[in-house]
């Protein structure tokens, strides 16, 4: 099987070749070069895919928004195009992150004189199209999809998260902004879908390691109505929908199923919930949900290598079985993780990650 293949027959709760691997964010100089990639080619969708290749991570991202809209001063990062002042941070093996600096609306009124996002902005098909024209030219050995920002996550965070918390206690001026974005992420799907996507992420923080950012109430008020929508616009055009979201969601797992989601990442090991936990989760939900991720990114900067092995081993035995699980970090490869560590969690990948699943209890 191909790359494409292979993730398609997973989310469809079939068995493929072996076990598909993603990372949702890979920021690891010292892990890139050890596969013999020069890290500033890995900044471009041919280095990094090639990378990934390489490591043999079959699902890999093209990005279609997050876009700039004003550079700051100095050239030390930008405001992207929903108001999030955006830095870049450096670290001592020269690995560049983008990081989130805080909201540049002050109040309401800064963000209703903010211009909205465009779906139609050419360059948001054309970086999906470049990314599916790479993955031809890899033989298929890498599957892109595009990535978008979607409801929750870039909301607040152009606000800030007191600011937000205002705007909240306004319902008016909560829905506009929601509504905003919803129509957008919708339009975005569509788009996309219609032009042979056949997954697109939203990039969609719901919480935080102790909870949610708001409450229940307030996401299915203002946030699921949308994601419903997306998801059956999505669906209506034989394409599916991986939503990427940190924190506890125990609280509105099953909204999260209801609206439609068929790929949720990355199923952090890490909250303070123990009820969060994707052997619980999967018991109950594997047969309506694929998931991608939950090996922690803490296990894979200090945790001992047979750690690491015993927990990759116990999610592609217990999870992999009749496919829905796509193998990877509960979180991403940050620059904190070593190389023998990463090489421990692929190396049981690759050993055992092969159909049918057989790793010994």
Partial sequence: MDAQERVITTVNHEEPDRVPAFESAFTNNTIVKHYGVDPRRAG???GMYEFSRRVGIDLVLSFVSLYPREFLKGGKGFIDEYGRIMKMEPYKDGTQILAYHGGS???FEDYESFKQPDPNLKARIDNFLLGRKIQKEMN???FSIPATGSLMECTWEGFGIEVFSRILARSKQAKKVF???GKFTLEMVKILAENDAKIVLLWDDYGFKNGLFMSPTNYRKYVFPWIKQICEAAHKRECKILLHS????????EDIIKSGVDILNPIESTTANPEYDIFKLNE???DKLTFAGNLSPIMLAMGEISEIEAYAKRLIREIAPGGGYIFSSGHSINPAVTVDRFEAMQNIRRKYGAYPINIPD
């Fill in 246 to 253: 940190d924190g506890d969601l125990i609280e509105i797992f």
């Fill in 105 to 107: 609306f002050k109040n």
């Fill in 140 to 142: 298929n050995e890498v």
């Fill in 44 to 46: 471009g969708y041919k």
């Fill in 179 to 181: 509504d905003d974005r």
């Fill in 284 to 286: 109950k939900y594997g």
